[in-house]
């Protein structure tokens, strides 16, 4: 994890092998010192547990929630339905489909229940986490400054980049 | 309902909208004397009732589990989360995207949690009460002869069309 | 084949090279003690004899049949056509678009003759056996008890997962 | 029917809606004096008097078969599936996903078993009766001219067009 | 706009006829008391004028931006390159495509610029407000109570629907 | 080329690329005793050359065309655009789409210009060859023989596979 | 037609039904007073006529040719593969896949001839017309003045709009 | 670069690894001797520097720009806003949906901001180039020499090419 006691980022992921792309919200998040949890936590095949998990997110103190599945992906909205946290939704590339499936399946939500979806795979993941700093950053002066100095060195890093 | 006591087939359904389409298939459960329940049960709307009736359901004596809904439907999914028994889940044609999100969001589930999954809209309902029948047909001996009496009126009536 | 002696279940696929994939389906119901039986079937290369399977599959005593296949998937289509039993439709990768023609083939049947269907590929495979299941283990109990089995054993598996 | 006796042309159609668009195949074959039959035949709600009228056609001195399906679209694949004649496949707009369904199911044949199709709905219907008559010119010198009749018609109307 | 004074919340839209559905965002945040200002923002043909406006908001004070767009809908991306704020995106059904483009441009952002997209169209409108107030509720306890009497009330009103 | 001398069917494909797929269309025509000829000609890059050809083919006394091309595909369609006879046409699979658009450019024809339209890639290639024999046979029962042996030789090789 | 003399930009359409879209193009052209010419011109149903229009484009003087066609939308693609001029293509919203198809046959061009495409339907024709203007303008600073005038005015006209 | 010192064309993309398919672009125009300028420059994580490039452009004395990006590739929209230039776009082939999603965040553009948009990746990236050349060859007749020189020479090279 983390060097701050507070956890306030959860990550859940469908499946354990979703890791490998959602381990990069968590190292960008560790990067920018927030705390967070990950766990494999599936709608289908651990739905008691993961109920447990997301209805009691807002009394632990959570502030955002990134939940990632794919093709059916049904882990974000579940998580929503049984949260007032913010939910951010990552849809996992999946084998047939590439992730058509899952992008649908995240973003495509009725009217009263939000997910706030970010792309497919690995830049989703990345995404996920810096747009849970940016919501956590509204009230963590600190924080914010991270994030102007991580996009400043984004940029740079970028006009350095030479052709050929 | 329907004129027997034990209801065998729960229709649910995420909005109350998806009556006019779902219709079909309650009412073609009652045609072949099949008792059924329908009623809206949104996975993301009203979640803990959702749960709780699919908890229920094998206790009480279901034998199938009819879910419909549309965009990002879950309703099946989660459903077949809950329960032990055969779940058929009937995607809604959606506003924008014309049911190719229900659909996917229905079908594409992880291996270990099966959806049998029905076309789009109106055709998907009727053959959702025809899938249930069949499902229940293989111990209910009365009931297959009434599918069979039904295919062949079905065919008898094609083959009086007359193109003019 | 499994140790019961009366085939519950028929497999059927359009094509040999399906069976990598359906294998999944046949290794589950042999570890359910579900007598099945698989063969190469195809709706359009073996036409008769497809015809001729799906129609004594009742008077045989089946319960349900699952069809593979890929492409203009008719198979399970056209095996809902010939018989009253459950047929449970499993959409095959396919070379080009990668199964989405597997998927609307199979699964938008018209209102009358329906195929329950699932996810593209090995997980559809594998969810094709658990419905066949469930279907049969309406008036199973034993058969039930080992689904609820299956599926704690599966929810503790993935409870059991570490990240890292 | 049209003037000439034998029967050169069998259009089926899956469902007696189909008929609106398949007029125009019946009415361009008519023009052109190329005798034809129309019939609803479905591939799922009527599969044994399909397969007889397909399996009889070639006996019959039919020449080309076009059947006309939507949604998941067999009509055209189990018709090449029982005979060696041409068959020409014309997918139907459906009610969902407007014939993209319909096409896939029509026009993804695997290898052996070929469906020449046309494109979605009334172009679709037009162009399969072209094709048909293109096919038959081949050998009747008087059904070419009168294709290069049409076509020189139909150069010079567009050509008289006037944008204002 | 809204009673209180301090504007939390900026709703931009490419497009005046984004109006009628984006209004529904604008009222849900009135109904809750978030002080918010709407306007029209084109990321292409107003260029300007958005870089001002979104290259300010953080210092004004607000807390969440919301862009709708349609088609080659830009305008998200274009505002979460210019602020540190979280941007939230809606796609607009377009007419061609339905919502298709809309949604893949802007919820397909490369990693390092996040945009948390909601659904296409009205339920996007409704959910992009519920989830600026989730945002904002992480601080304020009172709004928290107001989404969660809201999340109760949308609960009670499904349970009285009645089918018949 | 093949043992007859008088060429039937044309084969031209829009790239030398397209060749390794359609020598399948090629090998079957030979192993029909079908005389055939293959050129590269594309619509786009050698245009006046594949006017030249296609004008030519009729009055040479070719009855068949195949027509194959990718992305853009449109050979199959100019080529059908300048000649009477039986255009048919192979969707090549394509880098970025995978073959969706080859397939829709080749198959979504205005009513007056056909082109009977086969599957994305080999079996596309395949069938065209079959349907161009079917088409030949009509006025050649010698052709229609060797197509009837054709397939029941296919079919006798799947009955004849075993699974394990 | 214009108030200049010299003809500078031709635009041709499939069909007389794509009028309607183009005119705006058309109007646009006026607007700016650049001298253009319209026409229906079928790449498969008037096919020699269109090649000789394109084939003498060139000589006559035009600058720009804009190609408007639907579904397999080849229009565009025989036009720059029988001209060195710029073309630029208008694909048209079709019936059953609203221009999806008429995108890719009109964008998806082999690597040596291209098309510039714009948007399906209207902004699309709209946009050809002000690519067509910025292409001349190149070497015309009245045209590029006028075309910044009607920039500037469109963003006016944005700022202006009032949301009630 | 290339021998002549006025840059007629800028080439920019969105990421540096898009210049392995740029790189084609910037070869062509060098081929035929127009001075170009490559540089990475990204809408959304160097906005700041690409609108500084864009703006000057024009003053430059820039006649043609060509903007690379993928997925929600918003790069050549976001530089037509901000140019009077003509823009031309490439969509860039994107990891999990193939460039589906950067093709329409290119096309799409609404009504008064054009964007020339080519096919996705290699062909694209050839073709913008070839367009852009095309554009410049209106003015400069040993352009169009050259461009003519290019097609002659294509051509044949097709035509010598031997299948086997």
Chains 1, 2, 3, 4, 5, 6, 7, 8 share one sequence.
């Not at 047939?96 to 706030?116: E, F, H, Y």
């Amino acid at each position: 994890m983390s060097e701050h006691t507070k956890v306030l980022v959860g990550i859940i992921m469908g499946s354990k092998s979703d890791w490998e792309v959602m381990k990069h919200a968590h190292d960008l998040l560790n990067q920018f010192g927030v705390a967070n949890e990950c766990s494999v936590s599936s709608a289908h095949r651990t739905p008691k547990q993961t109920l447990e998990y997301v209805s009691q997110a807002e009394t632990r103190g959570l502030e955002v929630i990134i939940a990632a599945a794919g093709a059916a992906a049904h882990l974000a909205g579940v998580t929503a339905a049984h949260t007032l946290l913010p939910v951010l939704g990552v849809p996992m590339e999946s084998a047939a489909l590439k992730g058509l499936d899952s992008l649908l399946s995240t973003v495509q939500m009725p009217g009263g229940i939000p997910v706030g979806t970010l792309a497919i795979g690995k830049p989703g993941a990345v995404n996920a986490a810096l747009l849970a700093i940016a919501i956590l950053a509204n009230q963590r002066p600190e924080l914010r400054e991270k994030l102007r100095a991580y996009r400043d060195e984004q940029t740079r890093k970028i006009l350095q980049e030479k052709l050929t």
